[in-house]
């Protein structure tokens, strides 16, 4: 039910939107004039987007409206949350039929869909928690920063680390110059980049498609192709596959990289980066690669630019790069910040540790991320990673899968007109060709 109070005060924000929308205000236009209740509703409602809605929901100023899920035997768990709330297959029919009962929604479906959905959320005035990678492409990663930027919305990149004590930590050791400042840094995440279907290539059989799932929206932005049966797409192994997932970087980048753009405070584009890997086709992601980015340095960094090194699938950094002490070993994922005092060692969701003898790093407590996003909505105050943050870090990590077409080669990136400029090839994959339907507009 909404008050009149209620309409009233939804109307004003739809002008306000709009207004943003049309003089590109500044981010706290619609939150400010929010009331004392965010009305949510949660789109992708198994997997993590069940974690993701249970946690949004369990603010106490939230109300969950509706649920949305394109395959309905996926929705049982979230229903008790709210049973009266409403349970849509299409996000689209959704947002057209509540319309202004919604403030905010959750996106936590595979990574090809969180720039449609989203966007189309933001267009209309709807705050957005999109989780990570923020998008499949680097042009959508474009797109959701400017159209966040453009309408004033409340918005948050899906990484809870990202106010994990462990990471929080790390970033303050980093700036309280723990280790001096950075000439370097390697990340590393044991995870490869296919191998969860079990396939290189497409099934040459193909199982019904099952009565609750709409495979049409399922496959959304990316071409038609016959449903394959439980897990050869979905759920959860289209990581494995280049329409609908990222690999291994596309898959933990977000995590991994996100304290190293924090600490760092890195908000420009990747000058270069270059891929060598263990081979791929034109369906799955390499299952083991390295990816040698060159980024602007900062006041944190020593240099004018800094290399940043990715590692997976096994692969990591070698013992002469992390100079542990004795008693000291490698995370199975994590970062190795590498400074002009020593290194620092930040596992992934672990404490960091340093390599210089008697040097101790003080835990920095852990933030609630979801709630942070809720009090932003409903307060106007965005989170430090909203889409402006996550939208570079995602065009980093997503132009890391660019690199992984052109093995060997140094892609030089004009980030500024959005460009390879030395392989003109490369940029075809910078984005991508939407369905007939499912077209996203550029700002
Ligand atoms: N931050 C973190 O720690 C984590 C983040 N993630 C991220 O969360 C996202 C979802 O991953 P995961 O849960 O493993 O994926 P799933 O394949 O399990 O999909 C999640 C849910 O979204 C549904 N869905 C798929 N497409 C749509 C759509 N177009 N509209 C509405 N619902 C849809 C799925 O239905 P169906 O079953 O039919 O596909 C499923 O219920 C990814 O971006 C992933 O990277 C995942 C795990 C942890
Ligand atoms: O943190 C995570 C745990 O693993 C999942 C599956 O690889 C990831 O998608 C996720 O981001």
């Not at 035997?73 to 849509?88: N, Q």
């Not at 940029?427 to 996203?440: A, C, S, V």
Request: net charge neutral; with cysteine.
């Amino acid at each position: 039910m909404t008050s009149s109070s209620d309409t009233t005060r939804r109307d004003f924000l739809k002008t306000s939107v709009a207004a943003a929308s049309a003089f590109a205000a500044p981010a706290f236009v619609r939150g400010q004039n929010l009331n004392s209740q965010l009305q949510f509703a949660g789109i992708g409602t198994d997997g993590k987007g069940y974690s993701d809605i249970k946690l949004i929901a369990s603010h106490d100023k939230v109300k969950c409206v509706a649920f949305c899920d394109v395959d309905l035997s996926r929705t049982a768990k979230v229903k008790p949350l709210a049973p009266d709330a409403p349970v849509y297959q299409d996000y689209k029919a959704m947002l057209d039929e509540l319309g202004d009962k919604i403030d905010a929604v959750s996106v936590s479906t595979p990574d090809h869909t969180h720039a449609i959905i989203s966007i189309d959320a933001m267009q209309r005035g709807k705050h957005v928690y999109c989780q990570k990678p923020l998008t499949r492409t680097v042009w959508e990663a474009r797109q959701m920063r400017l159209q966040a930027k453009k309408t004033g919305v409340i918005t948050r990149m899906g990484n809870q680390i990202h106010s994990h004590s462990a990471y929080r930590t790390g970033v303050k050791a980093i700036q309280d110059g723990v280790i001096g400042k950075v000439t370097a840094v390697h990340s590393w995440v044991g995870t490869t980049g296919h191998g969860r279907s079990g396939l290189l290539d497409r099934p040459k059989v193909n199982e019904p498609v099952p009565k609750t799932l709409d495979w049409n929206l399922w496959i959304s932005v990316a071409p038609m192709r016959p449903y394959g049966g439980n897990r050869v797409y979905h759920p959860f192994t289209w990581r494995d596959w280049q329409d609908f997932g990222s690999g291994a970087i596309g898959d933990f980048g977000c995590h991994l990289l996100d304290p190293v753009y924090t600490a760092l405070k890195i908000t420009g584009d990747p000058i270069s980066v270059h891929s060598e890997h263990t081979g791929m086709n034109d369906e799955v992601w390499p299952a083991q690669e390295t990816i040698k980015y060159i980024i602007p340095g900062t006041q944190y960094t020593a240099g004018r630019s800094l290399p940043i090194t990715w590692y997976d699938g096994g692969r990591r950094p070698s013992n002469g790069i992390a100079k542990l002490l004795p008693g000291q070993t490698l995370p199975g994922g994590g970062s190795i910040f590498v400074g002009q005092k020593g290194n620092m060692i930040l596992p992934h969701v672990g404490q960091p540790f340093v390599n210089i003898e008697g040097v101790s790093i003080e835990p920095v407590p852990s933030l609630d991320h979801y709630h942070g996003w809720v009090d932003g909505c409903l307060s106007g105050k965005q989170p430090s990673d909203g889409f402006e943050y996550g939208g570079h870090l995602t065009e980093a990590v997503q132009l890391g899968n660019v690199a992984a077409y052109f093995p060997g080669e140094t892609l030089e990136f004009d980030g500024k007109a959005l460009k390879i400029t030395n392989n003109s090839e490369a940029n075809k994959y910078l984005t991508r060709d939407y369905r007939t339907g499912f077209e996203i507009a550029s700002i």
